[in-house]
């Protein structure tokens, strides 16, 4: 009987792709069945508090929480390299304004909202559903919102502003990408099967790069009503080369997000980053 190995990742176009080889069985997989499940991010943090699944996505705030857990693998990362979460707004506002908005985030585990808070951590917040936040601030309930997905892509056709691209802030103190997300794995597999799966899903992200237009054509039933080129500049953003392997700068900058939250008194320890030597 082969052994099962749940792997848990948010049901949007970019994870999607990065899963395609997986999901729809291109790869070899020997002993092993990927069982794949759906959560937004906001459920996948706080699942992964609770060492539910055995892969998951997360944001690398949460990391901060699971470390004892979960170590890193050395691909799968959504990072943005100057380019990142986007605060919006209804009226024209500028960075310096934050303090004086309430702002819809996607979730207090999130990367972007820790990104926001060592920006400035002096702002009043509500939050809503990732999807949901364009309708927050267009409707009034917020004067800003914080977007983490496609709505970074269309944000001006609905009649918003940008009041700070929080990639590009990043890049330009610190000369350094900003991550957003990660895959993590439970160490409880032990050493060898954690070598195996992730070897397996590196084979997934590459076949999926390799095979850009039929992972595409599968991602864009996770697109959210996105039009094929809408989706393929999301999908580009988010998975790329920085995806398959950090890299050096790469690593650097999840470690350097999570000591300036911590700095910065938003994470209450240091964070021990560890990342799966396979």
Known sequence: MPETITLAHSPDSDDAFMFY?????KLDTGDLHF???LKDIQTLNEEAMRGTYDVTAISF????YIHEKYALLPHGASIGDNYGPIVVSREPHKPEDIANLKIAIPGKLTSAFLALRI?????????????KIIDAVQDGRCDAGLLIHEGQLFFESKGLYKVLDL??????????????????IRRELGAEKIREVSGLLRESINY???????????????????????????????VNDLTLDYTDRGREA???????????????????????DA
């Open 61 to 64: 705030h949460a990391y901060a």
């Open 35 to 37: 069982q794949h499940l």
């Open 119 to 131: 920006f400035n951590s002096d702002f009043r917040y509500e939050v809503v559903p990732f999807d």
């Open 21 to 25: 080889g997986l999901a729809t069985n």
């Open 208 to 238: 999926s790069l390799t095979h850009r237009d039929d992972a595409l054509q599968y991602a864009m039933q996770f697109a959210r009503d996105m039009d094929p080129e809408l989706a393929d500049r999301f999908v580009a953003m988010w």
């Open 167 to 184: 990639g590009e802030w990043w890049h330009k103190q610190h000369g350094l990408p900003l991550p957003m997300g990660g895959n993590a």
């Open 254 to 276: 999840v470690r350097l997000l999570l000591d300036e939250g911590h700095r910065k008194k938003i994470i209450p320890h240091p964070v021990q980053v560890d990342f799966v």
